[in-house]
T-cell receptor, first 110, second 113 residues
Framework: ELKVEQNPLFLSMQEGKNYTIYCNYSTTSDRLYWYRQDPGKSLESLFVLLSNGAVKQEGRLMASLDTKARLSTLHITAAVHDLSATYFCAVDRSNYQLIWGAGTKLIIKP | DGGITQSPKYLFRKEGQNVTLSCEQNLNHDAMYWYRQDPGQGLRLIYYSQIVNDFQKGDIAEGYSVSREKKESFPLTVTSAQKNPTAFYLC????????????FGDGTRLSIL
């Protein structure tokens, strides 16, 4: 069965701390996507990782992909309250479909 | 600006009624998608379309129908057969080929009266 598993599913952390969200997947895909969703809002594309060893950074967020381990990480550096959101990873099932993780709800306390 | 427009933002359905959610994109994307999101949950695929006049069922197509008569439009009808329609519905589109992210509309929140 094709699966994408995120952990943790819920994370509460203090501002200024570092943390990592993990995304494991069971397919042989080498294309992985990270999205952000604010409460009551739609999804916004954050990162597209297209090959083994790919690393992308935007501000305090950095995403990486290890296709051999079928693992992607989203690292948060010196967290700030504005990063509070739900983060989803997704993997290509085919050229048209994605398999989605369940999402990680991140709460950053001042 | 290019983007995806969903309407209405909020929709209420009466018992036995069919309702249609609109999704229009001006990104010139070939593929379009409909997802359902329940509170605190992830995304579940309802239908998708790779090309005009063609569409495929996703994981939870029962009680829903779609059409794709124009490249830019992919409306979703929630039929009376869908007994639990209350959810947040998201439309997305994507360029053809791999390695392209899906782009999302702002969503429609559907509730039962």
């Amino acid at each position: 069965e094709l699966k994408v598993e995120q952990n943790p599913l819920f994370l509460s952390m203090q501002e200024g701390k570092n943390y990592t969200i993990y995304c494991n997947y069971s397919t042989t895909s080498d294309r992985l996507y990270w999205y952000r969703q604010d409460p009551g809002k739609s999804l916004e594309s954050l990162f597209v990782l297209l090959s083994n060893g790919a690393v992308k950074q935007e501000g305090r967020l950095m995403a990486s992909l290890d296709t051999k381990a079928r693992l992607s990480t989203l690292h948060i550096t010196a967290a700030v309250h504005d990063l509070s959101a739900t983060y989803f990873c997704a993997v290509d099932r085919s050229n048209y479909q994605l398999i989605w993780g369940a999402g990680t709800k991140l709460i950053i306390k001042p | 600006d290019g983007g995806i427009t969903q309407s209405p933002k909020y929709l209420f359905r009466k018992e036995g009624q069919n309702v249609t959610l609109s999704c229009e994109q001006n990104l010139n994307h070939d593929a379009m998608y409909w997802y359902r999101q329940d509170p605190g949950q992830g995304l579940r695929l309802i239908y998708y379309s790779q090309i005009v006049n063609d569409f495929q069922k996703g994981d939870i197509a029962e009680g829903y129908s779609v059409s794709r008569e124009k490249k830019e439009s992919f409306p979703l009808t929630v039929t009376s057969a869908q007994k639990n329609p209350t959810a947040f519905y998201l439309c997305a589109s994507r360029n053809s080929g791999g390695g392209q992210p899906q782009h999302f509309g702002d969503g429609t929140r559907l509730s039962i009266l």
